[in-house]
C-alpha cells in the first residue's frame, strides 16, 4: 500500500514570496491533516480537513496561511506572504474514518521549508 | 489537553530491552494512551495505543498503571532501527498533541 506523497521534499525562499505544498493521502482515507514542525519540537496541527470540509484550522495562521481539500482527495497548503518564523518542516497525514481517538494518522516525509 | 511529562533522551544498548516511561497524571477517563514514533528526517508513525489495559503489538508493549496516571512503552529488543524521537500522547479526540518527546539512541 503505498503510503502519503509529499512534494517538493525540499523548497528554499526569500521572506515576502510564495509557497505551495502538495499531499496526496492514502487512497480511500477520508480524512487529513497538515502539520508544522518547527526544529527541536513536536508537530503542531494547522488544519484537518474530513473528506473535502474543514473540521479544525484554528491553529493555522489565515493572514497568510491557507489549504484546501479538493475533491475530498489532494490538498494544497500555501503560505503567502512566508515569514522566517515559517522555517519548518510541514507534514502531511491522512487517517481512514472519522479522526476519532484511536484512529490513526499516517504521515507523509515532510517538505522541510526555509525562508531566507 | 491532558500533559504529558517524558524524559528528555534514553540510551540502550542493541538487543536489549527499552522502557520508555510517560507520567500523565492528570489524564481523563476517556483519554487514550498513544505513542508515536520519529525517525530522523521522516514523519512520525504510529506504535502503539491502549486506554486501560497492557498491549502488545509487533512493535512494542505498552504496559499502563492501574491508576492511569502513568505508563510505560517496552521495545523488546532495541535495534539501531529504533533511535527515534518517542512520543507519549493523550488523546480524547481526534487531536494528537505531540510534546518534545524522548530521543532514544542506541548504541552498537
Known amino acids: 500500500e503505498a503510503g502519503v506523497a509529499q512534494s517538493p521534499r525540499y523548497k528554499i525562499i526569500e521572506k515576502r514570496q510564495s509557497v505551495a505544498f502538495w499531499c496526496n493521502p492514502i487512497?480511500?482515507?477520508?480524512?487529513l491533516y497538515w502539520y508544522q514542525q518547527i526544529l527541536g519540537q513536536g508537530p503542531k496541527l494547522l488544519i484537518q480537513?474530513?473528506?473535502?470540509?474543514?473540521?479544525?484550522d484554528s491553529q493555522l495562521p489565515k493572514d497568510r496561511f491557507s489549504a484546501e481539500r479538493l475533491k475530498g482527495v489532494d490538498s494544497t497548503l500555501k503560505i503567502q506572504p512566508a515569514k522566517l518564523e515559517d522555517s519548518a518542516v510541514y507534514l502531511c497525514?491522512?487517517?481512514?474514518?472519522?479522526?476519532?481517538?484511536?484512529?490513526?494518522?499516517?504521515f507523509g516525509p515532510g517538505t522541510r521549508l526555509t525562508v531566507l | 489537553d491532558a500533559k504529558t511529562t517524558q524524559p528528555n533522551s534514553m540510551e540502550s544498548n542493541e538487543e536489549e530491552p527499552v522502557h520508555l516511561p510517560c507520567n500523565h497524571s492528570?489524564?481523563?477517563?476517556?483519554?487514550?494512551i498513544h505513542w508515536y514514533r520519529q525517525l530522523p528526517s521522516q514523519g512520525p508513525e504510529y506504535v502503539i495505543h491502549g486506554l486501560t489495559s497492557n498491549v502488545n503489538n509487533r512493535m512494542a508493549s505498552l504496559a499502563i498503571a492501574e491508576d492511569r496516571k502513568s505508563s510505560t512503552l517496552i521495545l523488546h529488543r532495541a535495534t539501531l532501527r529504533d533511535a527515534a524521537v518517542y512520543y507519549c500522547?493523550?488523546?480524547?479526540?481526534?487531536?494528537?498533541?505531540f510534546g518534545a518527546g524522548t530521543t532514544v539512541t542506541v548504541r552498537a
Open positions: 487512497s480511500g482515507h477520508a480524512t
Open positions: 497525514a491522512s487517517s481512514l474514518g472519522g479522526g476519532g481517538s484511536t484512529d490513526t494518522q499516517y
Open positions: 492528570t489524564i481523563s477517563g476517556t483519554d487514550y
Open positions: 480537513f474530513q473528506n473535502n470540509g474543514v473540521v479544525d
Open positions: 500522547i493523550l488523546r480524547p479526540d481526534y487531536k494528537l498533541s
